[in-house]
């Protein structure tokens, strides 16, 4: 009898849902939609909401955390204390720790000169935003207090202007946001990073937001560019003006603008000085890409470039080499570093506990709406007030009737808690009346007193009717927003600090830099490495590094100032110079292509030629037989696009790519053994990139090109591969001659 076999258990793809991990619990198996769902997006709904998002009255969390407890500290008058201790303070509010608090108090002070209306006036080293080496001074050296314009973010906070939330422990309060006067979210820069959003606002004049806010609640339909002339930087610079352009980001809250920095020449010194920049850039990216473009021969007309910001401040300075020219200097250095820089605005706030991008003019709407509720509930609250303070003294009013009778009922009323009824009773008052009138201490129970308190109800009662008034009438509502906005630019108000100037930005041709043209030696490998090397560099060098697998396809003696064509599998060519590429070694891989010239994802470059007069042809040999001749000048642009599409027919399979810069004859090898030698010349010129060329081989079904070459004229009786018509099939190689042909590996 056979040995009976053991069933086999089958294993089960079904992952354990159960698992039990010590320290962790019990784990489960989830879908990761749910994960993302459940986890992610709680985390990115916190950081939107929470911590990157401005809101309506200008400020985040984090700002708003910090100002409100330097005002609870009474910050507002007086000098200025440690900024440690107020770090301190703060973390009860925002307990993420004192150097996030301490970096957002340096960023909203004066001293660090990012806004143009600091709200915390600061004593000590607080760095500067235009530079990145000049850091701030720990928070034990410094000392902070707010700035008098602070006092607009609290204006009437105390008058249940707006809502109040408890902190992260409930062991206080804290307002949701701030009764802000005026529109802080279009004056002072914001800028951050959420989960899948951005925001990025620029600063504006406090004065021309005031105006225009004014203009805006006067008629909504206006243009808010007439009286927002354009944005504002601390650090001043010039605007330059594309009245499309801000007009665009005016509408929609997504553009940008170009901003360039200050300078001048000192013909005495022979240098240049540079007093302000961009605000997108610092002093030291600066000089740094200066000295690389020196480095590089790009620029030739500089002796030595300084930081030689002080107290006084930004300065950049340049010493000029003898007989160069500032102007032409200043103007490649504008091109070719960000002294010259956009600035990309998108306007993204939260409205409501949502972000939404909007246009400046639906931003100043949104403002309005919050400043009319802000200033409803203030008059609602003083009106409650009034209203109670007029309740109290036209009880006391009567008791002018009758002190006598008052002091009487106090005085005969045996138990102190029949006092209050027995007011009540004794003169018709209820009982916050009779109470009222019985904390009055008994030196102010004379005829003087009391008149002089009764003598406020009727400016009471006058006050209690104008704020019902105000109440009941939108415009007299929207006229104190008004006289508001009044008081704060005529009090706070500041001339522009950055120049608008005339969008005239020179063309490419009129700043063209001037590049040495010496002589190189251009590599290109078959994996889209690529290698500048000079002759000396070359004499010295020795086998040249490769990636393992990878091999030269192309050698090319050129020099510096030539232009470079990249060709990819994408049927895009990308243009480039020579020049932006820095010398190489052999013992180096050299540049990736598809990198450095920022291809899309998946394409790869398989040509390379080199030009600086775009004469001769590009050659373009398809697999079916086919070939495509296209002017070399057809790539040419006049303007600097970087990157062409359609440099070639896709409808068919590519086999070489060949740069010919006279006519000259190819051989052609098809799979089947045939041969063909064809001239170029043969083959007529067509402009269109995308061309799909003529036939020239033929081909069978199954066949295709195998290889194409320069021919040499290496072919015994090559008259036999040559016609006159075309396309050919071309001739096989007789039996017996094996000449080998020396073929062009592309």
Known sequence: MAPRKKKEVKASNKPNINAYISGAGLTACQPITETIETNFMTYA???????AIPEIDGFKPSHRKLLYTMYNMGLLNGGTIKSANIVGRTMQLNPHGDAAIYETMVRLSEGYQALLHPFVASKGSFGKAYSRDMAYAASRYTE????PIAAELFADIDKETVDFVDNYDATMKEPTLFPVTFPTVLVNANTGIAA????????FNLREVCETTIAYIKDEDINVADTLLAPDFPIGGQILY?????????????????????YSYDKSENGVEITEIPPTTTVEAIIEKVIDLVKLKKITEIN??????????????????????????????LKMTTLEDSFSCNFNILIAGSPRVMGVKEIIGEWVAFREECVKRRIYFSLSKAREKLHRLQGLEKILLDIDKAIKIVRETEQESQVIPNLMIGFGIDEIQAEYVAEIKLRHLNREYILKRTAEIEELLKDIEDMESVLKSRTKLLKIIIKELEEVAKKYGADRKTEIV??????????????????????????GYFKKITPQSLRMSGEQKLKEGDKITQQIESNNAADLLFFSDKCQVYKTKTAEFDDSKASILGEFIPSKLEFEQGENAVYMTETKDYKGFMIFVFQ?????????SSYETKTNRKKLIKAYCEKYPLHTILHIKEETELLLKSTNGRML???????????????????????KKGQQILEVSLYDGSLNGDHRYRTRNLPAAGSKKPAGEDAEQVTLDI
């Open 45 to 51: 709904m916190s950081v939107i909401v929470s911590r």
């Open 144 to 147: 902070a207090k707010l700035a």
């Open 196 to 203: 899948g959003m951005a925001s990025s606002i620029c600063p």
């Open 242 to 262: 594309n009245r499309a352009d801000i007009e665009k980001i005016y509408e929609t809250g997504r553009g940008s603008f170009k901003v360039r920095g200050v």
């Open 304 to 333: 030595d470039i300084r930081d030689e910001t002080d107290l006084n401040g930004l300065k950049i300075a340049i010493d000029l080499k003898r007989g160069a020219d500032p102007e032409k200097l200043m103007k490649k250095i």
């Open 502 to 527: 005339a969008d005239t930005t020179a063309t490419d041709t009129d700043i063209e830099v001037e590049v040495d043209d010496s002589p190189v030696t251009l590599f290109f490998t078959k994996e």
């Open 624 to 632: 079916n037989g086919r070939i495509s001749k296209v002017p070399l």
């Open 677 to 699: 030698i064809v001239n170029t010349a043969s083959i007529p010129a067509k402009t269109t990139k995308d061309n799909g060329g003529i036939g020239v081989m033929t081909q």
